[in-house]
């Protein structure tokens, strides 16, 4: 059974630090990874996916990277900024489907201070 | 990408009563994916949709507690039957992109049971 671990649970950063979000798994037999973010009672919003072909991933500030062999994703988020402030979650798919049934990580809490 | 409805957006419902939740996709997909978030928790998928077959459901949930509807390749319903204060939680829905793997959220219904 895929397992989805997420460290820190929680991280506190003065704005325009850059930082490191990471995600491990436990199968890597996985087609691809995404990576979330959720902000305090809504839905989530799709920030990367990252194919398992693929070693890295970039829009904006944000670069997610995947090494596959190891069961770790990191997202890389560069000079944040108070809006950062959210709940990031990282997604596999379930083994052998590259879409839809998604194991989650317990997330990663930012809070970026002014 | 796909953009996802649901309605309602909250509710607050008494013990023994039931509640359906609807979700719309802007584009025509195979697979929708109903997730449960309980509160400070992760995401855990309840089923997926199927259009014209029978949802398909994960280890835990039951199609007699949470019965699912998908009439057609873009709405789906959800319903919570015989409602207990456990069942409070964000119920979201989900649906890949039109031609890609990347999975789209609902903004969630966010259901309180007293």
């Known amino acids: 059974k895929q397992e989805v671990t997420q460290i820190p649970a929680a991280l506190s950063v003065p704005e325009g630090e850059n930082l490191v979000l990471n995600c491990s798994f436990t199968?890597?037999?996985?087609?691809?990874l995404q990576w979330f973010r959720q902000d305090p009672g809504k839905g989530l919003t799709s920030l990367l996916l990252?194919?398992?072909?693929?070693r890295e991933q970039t829009s904006g500030r944000l670069n997610a990277s995947l090494d596959k062999s190891s069961g770790r994703s990191t997202l890389y988020i560069a000079a944040s900024q108070p809006g950062d402030s959210a709940t990031y979650l990282c997604?596999?798919?379930?083994?052998?489907?590259?879409?839809?049934?998604?194991?989650f990580g317990q997330g990663t809490i930012l809070t970026v201070h002014p | 990408s796909a953009v996802i409805s649901q309605k309602p957006s909250r509710d607050i419902c008494q013990r023994g009563t039931s509640l359906t939740i609807q979700c719309q996709v802007d584009?025509?997909?195979?697979?929708m994916f109903w997730y449960r978030q309980q509160p400070g928790q992760s995401l855990t998928l309840i089923a997926t949709?199927?259009?014209?077959?029978?949802?398909?459901?994960e280890s835990g949930f039951v199609i007699d507690k949470f019965p699912i509807s998908r009439p057609n390749l873009t709405f789906s319903t959800l319903t919570v039957s015989n409602m207990s204060p456990e069942d409070s939680s964000i119920y979201l829905c989900?649906?890949?992109?039109?031609?890609?793997?990347?999975?789209?959220f609902g903004p969630g219904t966010r259901l309180t049971v007293l």
């Open positions: 584009s025509q997909v195979t697979m």
């Open positions: 989900s649906a890949p992109g039109v031609g890609t793997d990347t999975q789209y």
């Open positions: 990252i194919q398992s072909s693929q």
């Open positions: 949709a199927n259009q014209g077959s029978e949802a398909t459901y």
């Open positions: 199968d890597s037999a996985i087609y691809n």
């Open positions: 997604a596999v798919p379930a083994g052998g489907t590259s879409y839809g049934k998604l194991t």
